[in-house]
């Protein structure tokens, strides 16, 4: 004999023949199995027990004389779909059996045949066991993807300000002290003509040293956050970027415009800024073109860019794979503004990188001071 499970199974049961719940009761006995069951006949009764308590399975005849299995089956669907079903049930054709199971019955015994009771209740029972598991864990793996894409957002955050931030200094900070010595060097240099004309060239060297590093200064708080983006807006910083990528690397860059100059909010212009930085570098790295066309456009509410180049051609393995790292993030930095980045290509094609954010999302995204 089969042991029984350790705990009792609470079963709701639509029946309105009190001698053939008894049979059921004693079939699930005799299989092992530990029941506590209520029985109800109306459709009130069945409703008010579904609405107090959550049983284990229900069981239901086919016809009574005031409800009808069918319905009550119905609204479980509705109301609780996990629960278990079973029709026990007099006669049933195959037709109308057939009917019930893709109502979302989970089972129908006969009642001529009530030793098989146990072994369908057990079934059920173990497979809503199962599907419960199964959603939690899809669950748990929603959750988590959820918290590393809010991660991934406030990484990203952190990252952006705290570039902006090392922008600023290193631009206004350094960049003053040193055009504090150079005035410094300037006052030097005017006395020393008249009485030392050997050291005046000397500091007219070092005013010069100075100079290169004042540029040098301005170049490295260009990289970290040009200025261009925060002043003049994301459209004028692509092109300032697609004009000195063409500088950098020789490679020709072109750009049209069809939008009208606006300022978007510091995130919106920031993420379309940072993808297109990120596309260039790859096509450097990668794509062995010698030009790129950039398009910027405004469709069906949607900020669109355009990136294309004219190289070898992005692989459809490449644009599929988890470790295109560079590639997910293009998309995830899209995907949080509710975008979408799209990567095509191939030999003789070059690379085209589509990237479209609805312009919903380019509104500022409210205070964001500390
Ligand atoms: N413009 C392009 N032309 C041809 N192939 C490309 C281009 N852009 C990307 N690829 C291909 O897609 C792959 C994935 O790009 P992805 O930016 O994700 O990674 P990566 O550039 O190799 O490394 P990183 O993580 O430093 O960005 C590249 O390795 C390259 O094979
Ligand atoms: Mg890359």
Known sequence: MPSAPPTRIHILMLEDDPAHAELAR??????GISVLIIRVETRADFQRQLSESTPDLILSDYSLPTFDGLEALRLVQVSAPDIPFIFVTGTMGEEVA???LKTGATDY???KHLARLGTSVRRALREASERR????????LLQSNEQ???LSAHLQQVREDERIRIARQVHDELGQALTGLKLDLSWLVNDLVKTNPALSQKVQALTERIDATIQTVRQISTELRPGVLDNLGLVAAIEWQAHDFQLRTGVRCTTTNMVDEVMWGEDFSTTFFRIFQETLTNIIRHAEASAVEVVMAVDAGRFVLIVRDNGKGITAAAIASTKSIGLVGIRERAAL??????FSGGPGLGTIVTVSIPLSSAEPLGDKTP
């Not at 598991?133 to 748990?140: D, I, V």
């Not at 503004?337 to 799209?342: K, T």
């Open 26 to 31: 004693r079939a699930l006995i005799d299989a």
């Open 98 to 100: 057939i009917e019930t």
């Open 109 to 111: 015994v006969l009642k």
């Open 133 to 140: 598991e199964r959603h939690e864990a899809e669950q748990k």
């Open 148 to 150: 590393l894409r809010a």
């Open 337 to 342: 503004l509710g975008g979408l980045a799209v």
